[in-house]
């Protein structure tokens, strides 16, 4: 697209279906790199990624042609069929349905890094359904807390 010049940041989360503690240390050192090729095949750059055991954040550049929804659905399908593939013992592995995106200012990017690398100190306070609610009220995104969560 000659002419099109874009700085789209993103920082985007989603859990585990159910929250369940899936993504141990060992499993996150593979799991990691292997989406930030899944972004990168989506024609996406990914900045930073990380998380606990039952959630992922994501901040990454994306494209002006291409949808956010159709990026989280080859993730987060890619990602699963390579943990199945991978670690038969993930056989019941699945990803949350939905996820959180939320716009990030180039002027912020580093603060939403530093938050991302500093997830397992962040959880030693805080589970995965308070940090989430609070970002979305941070954000000023309606919801209802009974279908936040599955």
Not at 5 to 17: A, D, G, R, W
Not at 100 to 108: E, G, I, L, N, Y
């Amino acid at each position: 697209m000659p002419g099109t010049y874009s700085q789209i940041l993103l920082h985007l989360v989603f859990s585990t279906k159910h929250r369940e503690p899936w993504i141990t240390a060992d499993i996150a050192e593979r799991l990691y790199p292997y989406m930030g090729g899944i972004v990168r095949g989506e024609k996406g750059v990914l900045y930073d990624i990380g998380g606990v055991e039952d959630h992922v954040h994501m901040c990454l550049r994306w494209r002006p042609d291409g949808s956010v929804s159709d990026l989280m659905r080859a993730v987060k399908a890619n990602s699963s069929k390579w943990l199945h593939d991978t670690f038969p013992n993930l056989g019941a592995f699945a990803w949350q349905e939905g996820y959180s995106v939320f716009s990030v200012s180039k002027s912020q990017d580093g603060a939403v890094k530093s938050y991302i690398a500093g997830q397992h100190e962040h959880h030693k306070r805080d589970d995965f359904k308070s940090e989430l609610l609070r970002m979305l009220r941070l954000h000023e995104i309606e919801f209802d807390e009974r279908y936040v969560f599955d």
